[in-house]
Each structure stands twice: as C-alpha cells, then as structure tokens.
C-alpha cells in the first residue's frame, strides 16, 4: 500500500485493495473516495469490493469516478462537497493518485496559493507545476 499524506487532512494512493482497509481506518481515515472508474480494474478491485471493506473497517466510502475528459468544475465541486462532509482525513485513490491530487488540488486553489499546493503535491511525487496558471487563475476569481 502507497499512502500519501498531501496534507493532514487528505491523503491520495494509487489503487487500493480490500486488504488495506483496516491499515487505513488505523490511520484515522474516515472516508474514502474511490476516483477510478471501474472498467479500469478487474472485479477484485472495483467498487463495490472495496466499499464492502470500507464499510466492514468502519469507513465511510463513496464514488466519484474522475477521467481527464470528467474533470470539470461541478465533478471537482462534487469531489470537494465528499472530502467536507466528514470530520478529518480523507483518502483519495485512483490509478496512480494523480488523479486524486489533481482534483484535490482544483478544490483546494480558492484557499490556498499555488506555491503550497505545487509544493505540497511534488513533496509526495505529484508534479503539478503544469497547473500553476490554473491554480491561480482560481484564486484569482476569489480576490
């Protein structure tokens, strides 16, 4: 298992089996967030098999199927709406984690300056420098 503490409250690994469950709720997760559309996996690790195992480590568990042609603001405001709804870390997990990160990182760019999030994604082997101009472009439209 490859987890990615981005910041203390959210986490993103490439994809997750039903064995790593009860590791992440030992972590203090309390949600996570399946990103990978499951025509990527086999059955083993679609879905429905890693809920169950969310569900059976005490975790709150909840689909949000991310493609770089999905990635649009109500998707990404969707994602964001899932990672506020619980009290502490959440875990987002996709093929790579890149995925994760990137919507993490399109939600989180009202708040925070590009330099942190650039920063704290590469701290973890996420390299989003090519989305400086879009991070501050969002927080742009906050000022």
Not at 67 to 93: C, E, F, K, W
Request: with cysteine; charged share 20%.
């Amino acid at each position: 298992m490859d987890i990615r503490q981005i910041t203390p409250d959210f986490f993103a690994a490439p994809q997750i089996c039903v064995d790593d469950l009860r590791e992440i709720a030992a972590l203090g997760i309390r949600l996570v967030i399946c990103n990978r559309p499951d025509v990527e996996v086999p059955p083993s690790h679609q879905c429905a098999a890693i809920e169950a195992a969310a569900i059976s480590a005490g975790l709150k568990f909840a689909v949000q199927p991310l493609t770089h042609q999905t990635m649009t603001p109500d998707v990404i405001a969707a994602n964001r709406a899932l990672m506020d709804s619980v009290d502490g870390p959440v875990l987002a997990y996709c093929a790579s984690g890149t995925r994760s990160t990137i919507a993490w990182a399109l939600s989180t760019a009202r708040e925070m300056p590009a330099d942190d999030i650039i920063s704290a994604a590469r701290d973890w082997g996420y390299d989003l420098e090519n989305l400086r101009a879009t991070f501050d472009a969002i927080r742009r439209q906050t000022e």
